[in-house]
């Protein structure tokens, strides 16, 4: 069973005074989840986790995160300019096919870079200069398995380096002057097991005795990234970030401290582990329609949740309004003129009526932030329940002005 993080009585009065839908965040999750994470990873005195700003772009977010001793990983220049907007200082940069001005953004701001190619190495130097501190991300190609699992296949995916150039890379990096050096790989995505960080801690602490044997750098911090996933179905086991830290510091233990390397920090970049179970996307019922199925039809869509229309990802629903009604089997559909824009399909859900109010679950994570505008309908609210059970608005919805806005001069004129 998942249980929402708000009772009927708390979300019946937020629906009174915002229309739906919108998103909704936990402060209290998020700061027990952040501190969850620190406490994993303790062992290590210079362990930070760069929240991973693409899976929940808010400042109010970000600053609640930098509360709790934070620092946030960007992919773009755009990304940038809110964390050092913000007053972030623990800032990385973690971008591939980037532009030259986006480099130039985070020197300007001192981001820690991580490159993405080995061809980066130049285009940095050229475009923003090389800074003191550089970091590279690793691919070690075929397949990424845990024992007969397969989890990934590092050989597709567009990101990293091979190895002959992740070691010829940091030889450059040494000639050319740069003083401290890291590692960072991102192998495996939503890992619902204990085992994806420690495997992969163990593959770059190795690589890193590698590393400093061929090309005579010893590295200041190894990034696992992100990857730690989350139980969205109630079928999932939930990750333990406490065993996760744990595993961690095993490898870390019998791999570089023996080896001289005890001194390592470690990164991570996390972004769905650290918010995903920790918002909801808050929808009413309009519609029910009966033809070869039965439908339910919400007044949100897939522009305010993309992941169910394009990975087909499973996001568990509760009927806060009718949780103990008789069991029906319907698809939870949007607006949308795309047959893919369904919450749930074949679901087994008590009984919807129209004005119900439904919580889909998991959605704090690459939910809001990969919105977008289709058909006309406008990114949703986001609204933050606070710790004292009262909440915020972090985000209002957008208008039809601001849909507008890029039109005016260009066929549309703005209301005088
Ligand atoms: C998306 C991304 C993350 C966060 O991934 P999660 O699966 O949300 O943990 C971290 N680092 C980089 C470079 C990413 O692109």
Redesign the pocket.
């Known amino acids: 069973m998942k249980t929402p993080f708000v009772t009927k009585e708390q979300l019946d009065a937020i629906t009174a005074e915002f229309p739906t839908p919108f998103h909704l965040y936990d402060e209290k999750g998020i700061r027990e989840t952040a501190r969850a994470v620190n406490e994993a990873f303790s062992w290590n005195p210079g362990f930070k986790e760069y929240f991973?700003v693409?899976?929940t772009p808010n400042p109010t977010i970000l600053k609640i995160l930098q509360e709790e001793g934070c620092g946030v990983?960007c992919?773009t220049d755009v990304e940038l300019m809110m964390a050092h907007e913000l007053g972030i200082k623990d800032i990385s940069f973690?971008s591939n096919d980037t532009r030259p001005e986006e480099f130039v953004c985070a020197r300007e701001i001192n981001a820690t870079i991580n490159l993405d190619a080995y061809e980066d190495i130049s285009f940095l130097e050229k475009a923003a200069g090389l800074p003191e501190t550089v970091s590279l991300r690793y691919n070690p190609g075929g397949v990424f398995s845990l024992g007969t699992d397969i989890m990934d296949h590092p050989e597709e995916s567009k990101f990293g380096m091979t190895k002959a150039q992740l070691l010829q890379g940091y030889k450059d990096l040494k000639a050319k002057g740069i003083k401290e050096f890291g590692l960072h790989a991102?192998l495996a995505?939503?890992t619902v097991t204990n085992a994806y960080y420690p495997t992969l801690a163990g593959q770059l602490f190795e690589l890193a005795l590698e590393i400093r044997e061929e090309a005579g750098v010893e590295l200041s911090f190894i990034n696992l990234?992100?990857?730690?996933g989350i139980d969205y179905s109630p079928a999932d086991k939930q990750n333990d970030i406490a065993v996760i830290g744990e595993g961690v510091h095993q490898k870390f233990d019998e791999i570089l401290v023996p080896n001289g390397l005890g001194n390592v920090k470690i990164f991570t970049?996390?972004?769905?582990?650290m918010l995903a179970s920790n918002g909801h996307l808050i929808t009413k019922v309009l519609h029910l329609k009966d033809t070869y199925r039965h439908y339910v039809g919400v007044d949100a869509s897939a522009v305010n949740l993309l992941r169910p229309a394009m990975y087909d990802a499973y996001h568990h629903i509760t009927n806060i309004s009718n949780p103990q009604g008789a069991v029906e089997v319907v698809d939870v559909v949007g607006s949308l003129c795309e047959n893919n824009d369904k919450f749930a399909k074949n679901r087994q859900l008590p009984q919807a009526r129209i004005g119900d109010t439904l919580v889909i679950h998991d959605t704090g994570?690459?939910g809001f932030s990969m919105g977008y505008q289709y058909n006309g309908r406008l990114r949703s609210a986001e609204i933050l329940l606070q710790e004292d059970g009262s909440v915020r608005l972090i985000r209002r919805a957008e208008t039809p002005e601001d849909y507008f806005a890029t039109l005016y001069g260009f066929g549309l004129e703005e209301d005088e």
């Open positions: 991973a693409k899976a990983d992919a973690t991102f995505s939503n990234s992100g990857g730690v970049e996390l972004g769905r582990f994570a690459h």
